[in-house]
């Protein structure tokens, strides 16, 4: 198969994680006898460093050409720390979002097992944990009317949801859990929020076409609680845009690091593969970031294709490699760090 993937690597650890993705890919190319090319654009700092913009036009022709986006991390502590920015490199990765139509978010959580012992979860509860959490992308408090008021003393940002954005989403939720274990559950706040409650009004009206799945609806902050209690209770998981970001970093707690967790987002043009972990800018440049979750990213990149054998090869090194301790000091506990290069090429040898 020939892909022509972009490659924005983006800011902080993004280039260091994606340039093992890359090995990794172009060593899965090498043995199945693929041909990748990879289209690398700018993104975040980088991008508004180059030209004022952090997801310029070039980037989005880029994307938009491609067969699919592989995607580091955006983020730069120089405008964390300056509330006044008018350019954020954040907003790069919302507008690319947004362009791109990639209004789902499917984030995987699953446990690697010589990983298990060292969660701070106990192994009972988490042994097995196989489930979805499928985040809302383009809408909700992420792209409401925000501001401000009462100069400058008074902020807001708002919770928007149509329908019709509830609907899409919730269709790949019945569709996703129709290929799993059946079980939908709606994650919202609807005991308080309006746009909580046409989500449940929608999902609900959708239930009689899916009469095989499980339909349950449940508020997110006791979902909060339940997801590291019982994860094993949930099979797919829909959920809008913030709480969706805020659960999936808990679940990662599952799996054992941040620095593990793949994900793809998907809509109506290009996919695009990220981690879901941010650019931990204090690692930035030192080659210690765990590239495991970026690697992941690539895999869940081939098996949309349909390369379901190189996807599983992927996933077979990363967990031997995890089970070997070739791996970087997030996850070393006092034995040897390897490098993120040489996590990276272990990974590529090994394939
Ligand atoms: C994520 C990140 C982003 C988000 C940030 C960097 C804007 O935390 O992909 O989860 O909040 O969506
Ligand atoms: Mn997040």
């Given at each position: 198969?020939?892909?022509?993937?972009?490659?924005?690597?983006?800011?902080?650890?993004?280039?260091?994680?994606?340039?093992?993705?890359?090995?990794?890919?172009?060593a899965?190319?090498?043995?199945f006898?693929?041909e990748?090319?990879?289209?690398?654009?700018?993104?975040?700092a980088?991008?508004?460093?180059?030209?004022?913009?952090?997801?310029?036009?070039?980037?989005?022709?880029?994307?938009e050409?491609?067969d699919?986006?592989?995607?580091?991390?955006i983020?730069?502590?120089?405008?964390?720390?300056?509330?006044?920015?008018?350019?954020?490199?954040?907003?790069?990765?919302?507008k690319?979002?947004q362009?791109?139509?990639?209004?789902?978010?499917?984030?995987?959580?699953?446990?690697?097992?010589?990983?298990?012992?060292?969660?701070?979860?106990?192994?009972?509860?988490i042994?097995?944990?196989?489930?979805?959490?499928?985040?809302?992308?383009?809408?909700g408090?992420?792209?409401?009317?925000?501001?401000r008021?009462?100069?400058g003393?008074?902020?807001?940002?708002?919770?928007?949801?149509?329908?019709?954005?509830?609907?899409?989403?919730?269709?790949?939720?019945?569709e996703?859990?129709?290929?799993?274990?059946?079980?939908?559950?709606?994650?919202?706040?609807?005991?308080?929020?309006?746009?909580?409650?046409?989500?449940?009004?929608?999902?609900?009206?959708?239930?009689?076409?899916y009469?095989e799945?499980?339909?349950?609806?449940?508020?997110?902050?006791?979902?909060a609680?339940?997801?590291?209690?019982?994860?094993?209770?949930?099979?797919?998981?829909?959920?809008a845009?913030?709480?969706?970001?805020?659960?999936?970093?808990e679940?990662?707690?599952?799996?054992?690091?941040?620095?593990?967790?793949?994900?793809?987002?998907?809509?109506?043009k290009?996919?695009?593969?990220?981690?879901?972990?941010?650019s931990?800018?204090?690692?930035?440049?030192?080659?210690?970031?765990?590239?495991?979750?970026?690697?992941?990213s690539?895999?869940?990149?081939?098996?949309?294709?349909?390369?379901t054998?190189?996807?599983a090869?992927?996933?077979?090194?990363?967990?031997?490699?995890?089970?070997?301790?070739?791996?970087?000091?997030?996850?070393?506990?006092?034995?040897k760090a390897?490098?993120?290069?040489?996590?990276?090429?272990?990974?590529?040898?090994?394939?």
């Amino acid at each position: 198969m020939k892909l022509n993937i972009a490659l924005l690597a983006g800011d902080g650890i993004g280039p260091e994680v994606i340039d093992q993705a890359v090995k990794v890919s172009n060593a899965i190319a090498t043995k199945f006898n693929h041909e990748i090319s990879w289209t690398p654009a700018l993104t975040g700092a980088a991008a508004i460093d180059d030209c004022g913009e952090p997801y310029p036009d070039s980037t989005h022709a880029v994307c938009e050409a491609a067969d699919a986006v592989l995607f580091g991390a955006i983020g730069h502590p120089r405008f964390d720390n300056d509330p006044s920015a008018k350019v954020r490199p954040e907003q790069g990765l919302l507008k690319m979002r947004q362009k791109l139509g990639l209004f789902a978010n499917v984030r995987p959580t699953f446990t690697f097992p010589s990983l298990i012992d060292k969660s701070p979860l106990k192994r009972e509860r988490i042994e097995g944990t196989d489930l979805i959490i499928l985040r809302e992308l383009t809408g909700g408090v992420y792209f409401g009317e925000r501001g401000r008021k009462d100069d400058g003393n008074t902020a807001f940002d708002t919770m928007t949801y149509k329908r019709e954005e509830i609907t899409r989403l919730a269709k790949k939720g019945f569709e996703l859990a129709m290929t799993r274990g059946k079980k939908l559950c709606c994650v919202d706040k609807a005991n308080v929020l309006e746009s909580s409650r046409l989500w449940r009004e929608t999902v609900q009206a959708m239930e009689k076409d899916y009469p095989e799945v499980e339909v349950s609806y449940e508020f997110v902050d006791a979902v909060a609680m339940r997801l590291v209690q019982w994860p094993k209770a949930y099979d797919v998981i829909i959920t809008a845009n913030l709480f969706g970001d805020i659960l999936t970093d808990e679940a990662s707690v599952i799996s054992g690091s941040m620095g593990l967790m793949p994900s793809a987002s998907v809509g109506e043009k290009t996919k695009l593969y990220e981690p879901i972990h941010g650019s931990y800018p204090q690692a930035a440049g030192k080659d210690i970031a765990n590239p495991l979750a970026t690697v992941l990213s690539a895999a869940m990149l081939f098996e949309d294709f349909g390369l379901t054998e190189e996807a599983a090869l992927i996933r077979s090194v990363v967990n031997k490699s995890l089970a070997e301790g070739i791996v970087t000091e997030d996850l070393a506990e006092g034995g040897k760090a390897y490098k993120t290069s040489e996590v990276g090429d272990w990974l590529a040898k090994n394939i």
